[in-house]
T-cell receptor, first 113, second 113 residues
């Protein structure tokens, strides 16, 4: 079974702090994704990566950056956290081999005070 | 870009009945469509994939249809149980030209014992 893990289930940070969210997948998937999910807005793609050191902006990249130094790990960085970044953050991965079914991690609920 | 519509109102249904959800899309002709289940505070979990040349797909008590003329997919849960209560999201390959999926906002199902 594909397993996608995220470093924290709950996180509380202060405005202005730098925040790191880590995601690891164990299925040798090429593609990895970071979403945020807010009530009424659905899943919104922040960034994705289709290979090591490669990244592409999603629909809402402002205020975020990402890093993919190893195939299994994809990090989301909030350079200077703001209260409007309080949200549920979801990481996902998918394979290039076949349809792009995505496998999601459990999510990190981030509260920025 | 493609637009995906799912009913924003929760579907309340009596245990044992069939729940039917609708996913409509516009501005694209996807090669396949997927359905995911999401429980509160958790990441979405892949359920079923149906290809454009398939009219119907089944998995246990789940059935999905795909009408490329109507640009619509129907998702059925037969003999519904309280444990089926969740939000169900449809997703399709986007017209992005890469490995992204476009997700609907989801439709909540509440099965009443």
């Amino acid at each position: 079974d594909v397993k996608v893990t995220q470093s924290s289930r709950y996180l509380v940070k202060r405005t202005g702090e730098k925040v790191f969210l880590e995601c690891v997948q164990d299925m040798d998937h090429e593609n990895m994704f970071w979403y945020r999910q807010d009530p009424g807005l659905g899943l919104r793609l922040i960034y994705f990566s289709y290979d090591v050191k490669m990244k592409e902006k999603g629909d809402i990249p402002e205020g975020y950056s990402v890093s993919r130094e190893k195939k299994e790990r994809f990090s989301l960085i909030l350079e200077s956290a703001s209260t409007n970044q309080t949200s549920m953050y979801l990481c996902a991965s998918s394979s290039d081999r076949g349809p792009e079914t995505q496998y999601f991690g459990p999510g990190t609920r981030l509260l920025v005070l | 870009s493609q637009k995906i519509e799912q009913n924003s109102e929760a579907l309340n249904i009596q245990e044992g009945k069939t729940a039917t959800l609708t996913c409509n899309y516009t501005n694209y002709s996807p090669a396949y469509l997927q359905w995911y289940r999401q429980d509160p505070g958790r990441g979405p979990v892949f359920l079923l994939l149906i290809r454009e040349n398939e009219k119907e797909k089944r998995k246990e008590r789940l059935k999905v249809t795909f009408d490329t003329t109507l640009k619509q997919s129907l998702f059925h849960i037969t003999a519904s149980q309280p444990a089926d209560s969740a939000t169900y999201l449809c997703a399709l390959e986007g017209d992005y030209g890469n490995n992204r999926l476009a997700f609907g906002k989801g439709n909540q199902v509440v099965v009443i014992p």
